[in-house]
């Protein structure tokens, strides 16, 4: 899979089934970003992973990032 090949609905796919097998709270944050990192092949843009993590974890996203 290349990275133009994945859409922003994949990505949020990803994520949220990450989220809910590692739980949503900060402390899950470095497993969660090799997980999807893992899945994708790479981490995605700056400005789709922080929103989507904010959104799943509730938190802000300054420190994802």
Do not use: W
């Amino acid at each position: 899979m290349t990275i133009g090949s994945i859409d922003d609905q994949k990505i949020t796919e990803v994520v949220d089934r990450v989220i809910a097998h590692h739980g949503a709270t900060m402390d899950e944050l470095i497993p969660i970003l090799n997980d999807v990192n893992k899945e994708l092949g790479y981490l995605c843009g700056f400005q789709l992973l922080p929103d989507a993590l904010h959104k799943t974890t509730r938190t802000p996203c300054d420190p994802v990032l």
